[in-house]
């Protein structure tokens, strides 16, 4: 069973307005950028890919990025939910009702909350967000983090693998998620500050990045058993990072874990 722990979907009527926005802010940053998006960011067109690619199953991970898009976003994200798709929810960052809006997705039984400190504005380890995570934990929920850089947009960033370390370090127990194999470009930290710590790395946009040597050494000091495959589609073809995984110098029992037990274990499905 393969899982794709990392992706991104839109309600139809927003998706072609959403996917306009997010190319821009590559193109601004970089004019030559060469990412594109590999489906039309709708769950239908995720599900496409899905079939074309030998995806089991795939996790959804909605950014509330105001207030107001909470009750609708999550509402939204309940809605797509499937033997095949698998949403998180979301809240925003620094809100004085973060325990009712974490019950309110909680309640609706999502199984986890992604945040994204760049488009949420906040940094990771930020005191004032460790009681949100602390209660987030207490009932049950999966905390998945965008990591590092963000191709579109400007540094300086708000996470690092060292920050992530003090949040692990602090909240003593959960599960907590960095994506980006704990830092997109920032994969040498990952190496000192980060792997071996009691959190899961995911792959999304990876193996066009950090070479497989690099990959290696962190999954050796880390462990198999809390790495998790993930695309972070539509900004990666989840059929060639799965291939990547497969050419891998490991086990093949490595291998099915990254590529969906360990995610099994995790969502409990």
Same mark, same amino acid.
Request: with cysteine; charged share 20%.
């Given at each position: 069973?393969?899982?794709?722990?990392?992706?991104?979907?839109?309600?139809?009527?927003?998706?072609?307005?959403?996917?306009?926005?997010?190319?821009?802010?590559?193109?601004?940053?970089?004019?030559?950028?060469?990412?594109? !998006? $590999?489906? %039309?960011?709708?769950? =239908?067109?995720? @599900?496409?890919?899905?079939?074309?690619?030998?995806? +089991?199953?795939?996790?959804?991970?909605?950014?509330?990025?105001?207030?107001?898009?909470?009750?609708?976003?999550?509402?939204?994200?309940?809605?797509?939910?499937?033997?095949?798709?698998?949403?998180?929810?979301?809240?925003?960052?620094?809100?004085?009702?973060?325990?009712?809006?974490?019950?309110?997705?909680?309640?609706?039984?999502?199984?986890?909350?992604?945040?994204?400190?760049?488009?949420?504005?906040?940094?990771?380890?930020?005191?004032?967000?460790? !009681? $949100?995570? %602390?209660?987030?934990? =207490?009932?049950? @929920?999966?905390?998945?983090?965008?990591?590092?850089? +963000?191709?579109?947009?400007?540094?300086?960033?708000?996470?690092?693998?060292?920050?992530?370390?003090?949040?692990?370090?602090?909240?003593?127990?959960?599960?907590?998620?960095?994506?980006?194999?704990?830092?997109?470009?920032?994969?040498?930290?990952?190496?000192?500050?980060?792997?071996?710590?009691?959190?899961?790395?995911?792959?999304?946009?990876?193996?066009?990045?950090?070479?497989?040597?690099?990959?290696?050494?962190?999954?050796?000091?880390?462990?198999?058993?809390?790495?998790?495959?993930?695309?972070?589609?539509?900004?990666?073809?989840?059929?060639?990072?799965?291939?990547?995984?497969?050419?891998?110098?490991?086990?093949?029992?490595?291998?099915?874990?990254?590529?969906?037990?360990?995610?099994?274990?995790?969502?409990?499905?």
């Amino acid at each position: 069973m393969i899982i794709d722990f990392h992706t991104h979907a839109f309600p139809d009527a927003l998706a072609p307005k959403a996917g306009a926005v997010l190319v821009g802010n590559l193109l601004k940053q970089d004019p030559n950028c060469t990412i594109h !998006p $590999v489906s %039309d960011m709708t769950v =239908s067109g995720l @599900l496409r890919n899905m079939d074309m690619w030998n995806i +089991d199953c795939s996790v959804v991970q909605p950014i509330v990025t105001k207030p107001s898009q909470l009750k609708h976003t999550n509402e939204w994200a309940q809605s797509i939910c499937s033997d095949r798709i698998i949403s998180f929810g979301g809240i925003y960052p620094y809100s004085e009702s973060y325990k009712d809006d974490i019950d309110f997705v909680a309640d609706l039984g999502l199984k986890g909350l992604k945040f994204h400190p760049e488009y949420q504005n906040f940094v990771v380890d930020d005191e004032k967000m460790f !009681p $949100v995570y %602390d209660y987030a934990l =207490s009932k049950g @929920l999966i905390l998945l983090f965008h990591a590092g850089v +963000d191709a579109g947009l400007p540094g300086p960033y708000r996470s690092s693998p060292r920050q992530f370390a003090r949040i692990v370090d602090e909240m003593k127990g959960g599960n907590i998620i960095a994506a980006h194999l704990g830092g997109h470009q920032q994969w040498d930290d990952v190496e000192k500050y980060l792997a071996g710590k009691n959190i899961y790395l995911d792959t999304s946009m990876g193996f066009s990045y950090y070479t497989q040597e690099q990959f290696l050494r962190i999954m050796q000091i880390h462990g198999a058993d809390r790495i998790l495959f993930a695309s972070d589609s539509p900004w990666s073809n989840a059929g060639e990072e799965a291939e990547k995984v497969k050419a891998l110098p490991i086990s093949e029992s490595e291998k099915q874990a990254i590529l969906g037990e360990n995610a099994r274990r995790l969502l409990k499905i």
